[in-house]
């Protein structure tokens, strides 16, 4: 058995489902995932297995309160290994768990966006998380993206900024980029315009990170400061650290001063 506990908001838990089935499917076990109608309300295809062999060892907890006491770091091959259950409780935010399984992810989280508003191939869609990230000085300051669309010469019609929190005093600063428009929508309909966008600027943030792994872009650029408070460092080399920026065109770091 696969026991998942779900931590955190919309795009964390997509990493600790996404980790838990990959571990489950792999070893063939059952997949149970605690408050799984947290994401069954956005997916069509998150489901507990209940059809699998169930494990009889020692159980072995990953994230929170395991051995190695760690977050984000999951030692795959120890798991796959293991003859026993299997407790997930994290985040787990390492783009290596899952590049290999993206095709499948996406039919996890597929969902009808027919409705949903998408941009033109020729906008430019910004994605600025905010709430708790002020009081926990994780967030961006505004200049970032300002800076970012100037040092990469982003050429755009529109500009779409999605926000969580759209009046806040910092999305001020952001009204003299051309073309902008504030947007915030239910989490589906922001979430598809991010995914569908073919220039992208996210956040630090799960959310929009998922936008990008599973979506449509040609360029997804990632501000980040050499020195910062932020929770994803510019060259992760610590075993925790949160590292989700593959090594490929798409994904470009603009790192500022």
């Known amino acids: 058995m696969i026991n998942v506990n779900l931590i955190g908001r919309l795009g964390n838990n997509m990493f600790q489902y996404s980790l838990g089935r990959i571990l489950a499917e792999q070893k063939g076990y059952n997949l149970s995932v605690d408050d ?37 770091h999951v030692d795959l091959k120890e798991a796959l290994k293991h003859d026993g259950p299997i407790t997930l409780a994290g985040f787990f935010q390492k783009y290596q768990y899952y590049i290999n399984h993206l095709d499948m992810i996406k039919g996890w989280f597929a969902y009808d966006d027919s409705s949903y508003f998408k941009p ?18 994780w967030h961006l300051p505004p200049e970032a993206f300002i800076e970012t669309i100037h040092k990469n010469n982003i050429k755009y019609n529109n500009c779409y900024l999605i926000t969580d929190q759209p009046n806040h005093v910092f999305i001020e600063q952001l009204l003299k980029i051309k073309n902008l428009m504030v947007i915030n929508q239910t989490e589906l309909a922001d979430f598809t315009l991010l995914k569908y966008a073919k220039q992208l600027i996210i956040s630090h943030s799960s959310f929009s990170w998922w936008a990008s792994f599973l979506g449509h872009q040609d360029k997804v650029y990632i501000p980040m400061y050499k020195k910062s408070s932020s929770i994803w460092k510019t060259f992760p080399d610590q075993i925790d650290d949160v590292d989700l920026i593959p090594n490929c065109e798409k994904y470009i770091k603009q790192i500022l001063e």
Do not use: C, P, W
């Not at 059809?51 to 009889?56: D, H, I, R």
């Open 36 to 72: 799984i109608n947290n994401l069954q309300k956005y997916f069509l295809n998150v489901v507990n297995i209940n059809t699998n062999k169930t494990a009889n060892g020692e159980s072995l907890q990953l994230g929170y309160n395991s051995m190695q006491k760690t977050i984000q």
């Open 120 to 137: 033109n191939n020729n906008d430019l869609v910004i994605h600025y998380r905010l709430t708790d990230y002020t009081s926990l000085n």
